[in-house]
């Protein structure tokens, strides 16, 4: 069951596992290790899916499987970095956390580390789309989950250029994109300008309301046994050598056999008094969602040269883009936010029909530098297993991130390599308890 924070009193529970965050990795984490047979105990200090969960595009994308720090990544942030309207931004300030993580985004621009990490990100998305069907299949969720394909539109001959190099290089790693031209684009969605340079059409992505997958999902694992509770905070760790032995948190103490930390962009606060080193930056991104927009597209876009995902949720339309390194900071800039409306709106035919926006909103991405989640146990902690780092696609690897948790917690092989994604990556200097 769902429950609220009961009282203040102190208490001390035992419990099989404890998943500590209730966006997407948390939710799913907890699912596939109920399936798996373990008594399970989720911990959120707010409610269930109030993180970067909640308003995001739904784009279920293997088609985006090219890590943020990629050749010439590092070059176009530095072009955008100081503009606030661009689709990147760095807000200024001294952060040696920061400085360190733009070193390391740096020295992992090279077009062989960009392939091996395509390598495990295509394989992570495409194995999660399949997990996607299965789950909302066997949890009957009403999540409005379509797998007829994203449209990557482009505006500029420039920009579908890049879009046509990215789809080369996807071809080779098993996916299957369609390039179409202006008016093909046009004619299979009118919504857009017929000057649209053109489109690459990725049949095999799909589509969902986040939040309504995540909530659906977590009132299935109530009725599997697992303890949701809602309002705790997790303050940090009891440790007895190479284990956590309790999980501090507001309303009392919790003794753990495994602890699965899925906490997105606060991780790193969390285990700030571990000797773990988890360089994740929160990536801020925006929202908005029309109850009525002007124009409304048939099926989910990506706006290239603009950076803007736009996704038709049931009789809405969302816009969502923009990645801003600010820090734990969910304040709005609007001028970040009219810059993405405006960017998006030169993509649709204008028929002078009003819109009426339902809600504005900001996230934050839990980012690593090299553009890889964070799944694994940790090796100088043995109980302990880091479930974050998702940056733009935890809602696509939410399910195989879930169960990839499942199954290092239980020890047994797990169904994908998840060698690149170990915690371990980043613990190099890091002298062991
Ligand atoms: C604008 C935008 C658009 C996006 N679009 C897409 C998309 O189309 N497709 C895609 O795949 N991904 C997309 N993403 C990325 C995706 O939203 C994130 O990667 C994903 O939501 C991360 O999930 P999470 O569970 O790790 O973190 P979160 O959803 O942030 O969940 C973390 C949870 O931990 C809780 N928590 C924090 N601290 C504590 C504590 N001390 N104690 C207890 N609980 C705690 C928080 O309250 C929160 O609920 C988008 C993101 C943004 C911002």
Request: glycine share 12%; proline share 6%; net charge neutral.
């Amino acid at each position: 069951m769902i429950e609220r924070h009961r009282d203040s009193r102190e208490l001390t529970e035992r419990c099989d596992v404890v998943v500590i965050g209730g966006g997407v990795i948390g939710v799913c984490a907890a699912y596939y290790l109920a399936v798996h047979g373990r008594q399970v105990t989720l911990l959120e200090r707010d409610e269930v899916c109030s993180g970067s969960s909640y308003g995001n595009s739904g784009l279920i994308v293997p088609s985006h499987s090219i890590p943020l720090p990629s050749p010439g990544a590092d070059k176009l942030a530095m072009k955008w970095m100081l503009n606030p309207e661009s689709p990147f931004y760095v807000k200024p300030r001294l952060d040696l956390g920061l400085a360190s993580w733009l070193w390391r985004f740096r020295s992992n621009c090279t077009e062989e580390k960009m392939r091996r990490g395509v390598k495990t990100l295509t394989e992570l998305s495409s194995a999660s789309i399949e997990l996607y069907e299965e789950v909302i299949a066997a949890e009957a969720l009403d999540c409005g989950f379509r797998r007829d394909g994203v449209l990557m539109l482009y505006e500029t001959p420039e920009g579908l250029s890049e879009g046509l190099h990215e789809a080369d290089l996807l071809k080779g790693f098993g996916l299957a994109p369609k390039e179409m031209t202006g008016a093909e684009t046009h004619a299979l969605e009118p919504s857009i300008r017929p000057s649209a340079a053109g489109a690459v059409y990725y049949d095999g992505d799909g589509y969902l309301d986040p939040q309504q997958f995540v909530t659906g999902l977590a009132a299935a694992l109530a009725r599997k046994g697992v303890s949701v509770r809602e309002g705790v905070e997790v303050l940090g760790f009891g440790v007895s050598g190479r284990s956590v032995e309790s999980v501090r948190t507001s309303e009392g103490e919790y003794r753990a056999d495994q602890v699965v930390l899925a906490a997105g962009s606060w991780s790193p606060g969390i285990v700030n008094k571990l000797p773990l080193k988890l360089p994740v930056q929160p990536g801020k991104g925006y929202s908005v969602t029309y109850s009525k927009a002007g124009v409304t597209p048939t099926r989910p876009l990506i706006l290239g040269e603009a950076r803007v995902g736009v996704n038709p949720m049931g009789g809405a339309v969302r816009l969502a883009g923009t990645l801003e390194l600010a820090g734990l900071d969910l304040s709005m800039d609007q001028r970040r936010i009219g810059a993405m409306v405006r960017g998006a709106a030169r993509y649709f035919v204008d028929d002078g029909s009003p819109a009426a926006v339902s809600g504005h909103w900001a996230g934050l991405r839990p980012c690593t530098p090299d553009g890889l989640p964070i799944v694994g146990a940790i090796e100088g902690m043995h109980n302990l297993i880091v479930a974050t780092g998702h940056a733009m696609l935890g809602m696509t690897l939410g399910p195989v991130t879930g169960k990839l948790v499942a199954e290092v917690a239980g020890g047994s092989e797990t169904s994908l390599d998840v060698a690149a994604l170990s915690p371990d990556r980043f613990q190099r200097r890091v002298r062991r308890p």
